[in-house]
């Protein structure tokens, strides 16, 4: 496989208004409809589309919700085989969001093989807990790739561990981080610090940033029309992995997961608008990485 994708899979239910209404007020609904999501799964979804092979490692609800998950990402080309369905469960799993009652994802030897046959190991933020047991594994495995969304417990492991640390700008607000005060560029300067492997931090409409030697690097997101930005994070975690696990040189590995999570946001859902791999480049291969200017 090119890339083994270890996270979560849920239901999205994807509403559209033309206003949030109120409190205490209705508002129509135009569209509703129903998508796969969770980073994993979106992630997985995003690399097939690109051409890649891909493998789930992760859990879904033996429940219509669970069976609706499996099915999308089948269709999507991702290999299932791996994911394992959890009888016995409850709960709605959903963007407004019910925690899962799902049990943890299991540091099994099956894992470990995954992980050492994989030229990229994709973690989303679900399953921070399994870096320990993936750096130890005897090399070669896979390039450690981690989605981070938010501080949370074992970050720390995380930091030391992944070979690419992939933070949205939000996460350097966290006050468990305890970076210095002082505007962005500073305390992404004091989180480079920390990461023990390279640092790549995506920022929305403004796109990803990461350092060429002591050089902070940009690759702007291009003017796209957006639909809906939810599953965009994933998607650019996916498409940057199946990149390096091409090969392709570090900024071109940007370019094209910036441009794949801008394609993506023209439909709803995160899965509506993936592009294929010659439309991803088309875009990518418009864009440019220039020194970050002043923020």
């Not at 997985?44 to 859990?59: D, F, N, Q």
């Not at 069976?67 to 394992?84: H, I, K, T, W, Y």
């Not at 480079?192 to 931090?201: D, M, T």
């Not at 599953?231 to 794949?260: I, R």
Request: proline share 5%; aromatic share 6%.
């Amino acid at each position: 496989m090119d890339v083994l994708v270890i996270g979560r899979n849920c239901v999205d239910h994807i509403a559209v208004a033309d206003r949030f209404p109120a409190e205490n007020t209705k508002a129509p609904m135009r569209t509703h409809r129903m998508e796969g999501g969770g980073q994993g799964g979106t992630s997985a979804c995003a690399i097939a589309r690109l051409g890649g092979r891909v493998t789930l490692v992760g859990k879904v609800g033996g429940d219509a919700g669970g069976a609706f998950c499996r099915r999308r990402l089948e269709d999507a080309g991702v290999d299932c085989d791996q994911l394992e369905t959890v009888t016995g469960t409850s709960g709605n799993r959903t963007i407004l969001y019910a925690s899962s009652d799902l049990p943890p994802i299991e540091a099994t030897d099956q894992l470990a093989r995954m992980g050492r046959q994989a030229a990229v190991v994709l973690l989303d933020p679900e399953v921070t807990y399994l870096a320990p047991f993936l750096t130890a594994l005897p090399r070669p495995r896979g390039l450690l790739v981690y989605d981070a969304e938010r501080w949370r417990p074992g970050i720390d492991a995380m930091l030391a561990s992944a070979d690419l640390f992939v933070p949205s700008a939000d996460f350097l607000d966290a006050p468990e981080l305890e970076l210095p005060q002082g505007g962005w560029g500073t305390r992404l300067a004091a989180l480079r610090e920390r990461v023990n492997g390279r640092l790549l931090v995506t920022r929305g409409e403004k796109g990803a940033y990461y350092f060429e030697n002591d050089r902070l690097m940009q690759v702007a997101a291009p003017a796209v029309t957006v639909a809906d930005t939810i599953g965009a994070g994933d998607v650019f975690h996916g498409a940057l992995a199946l990149a390096l696990a091409k090969a392709a040189p570090f900024a071109q590995a940007v370019k094209l997961a910036v441009a794949a999570a801008s394609l993506s946001c023209q439909g709803y859902g995160g899965r509506e608008a993936l592009a294929d791999m010659a439309a991803t480049r088309r875009l990518a291969d418009q864009l440019t990485c220039t020194p970050a200017g002043p923020d």
